[in-house]
């Protein structure tokens, strides 16, 4: 059975940073990229980041550019997606992802989710 679990949402004031975690199990995802998408209510599910297999090449939503960082630790089968300057637009059900078909940059290309993890920021 395949899981990709997500840690690390909470509530937090605008300029504070969050750290997200995002554990798979059931198979390892060290020969497939790996990404961050985000979910506000009453909207479509946006691309956030993502990370090459290598993790040598990342790539960034224009509106997260220099505040987030996404990571991976092959040895743990996990990505992470550090959040900086948090701003209220940044509200949303964080999902990760992995192993894509097609364009990278659309949510409908990626093949295993996890549940989301809720991050709140407050102004």
């Known amino acids: 059975q395949v899981q990709l679990v997500e840690s690390g949402g909470r509530l937090v004031p605008a300029g504070d940073s969050l750290r997200l975690s995002c554990v798979a199990s059931?198979?390892?995802?060290?020969?497939?990229?790996m990404a961050w998408f985000r979910q506000a209510p009453g909207k479509e599910r946006e691309f956030v980041a993502t990370?090459?297999?290598?993790?040598?090449?990342?790539y960034y939503a224009d509106s997260v550019k220099g505040r987030f960082t996404i990571s991976r630790d092959k040895a743990k089968n996990s990505v992470y997606l550090q959040m900086n300057s948090l701003k209220p637009e940044d509200t949303a059900v964080y999902y990760c992802?992995?192993?894509?078909?097609?364009?990278?940059?659309?949510?409908?290309?990626?093949?295993?989710w996890g549940q989301g993890t809720q991050v709140t920021v407050s102004s």
């Open positions: 990370i090459t297999v290598s993790g040598g090449d990342t």
């Open positions: 059931g198979r390892s995802f060290n020969n497939d990229p």
């Open positions: 992802t992995a192993d894509v078909d097609g364009s990278w940059r659309e949510a409908r290309s990626w093949e295993y």
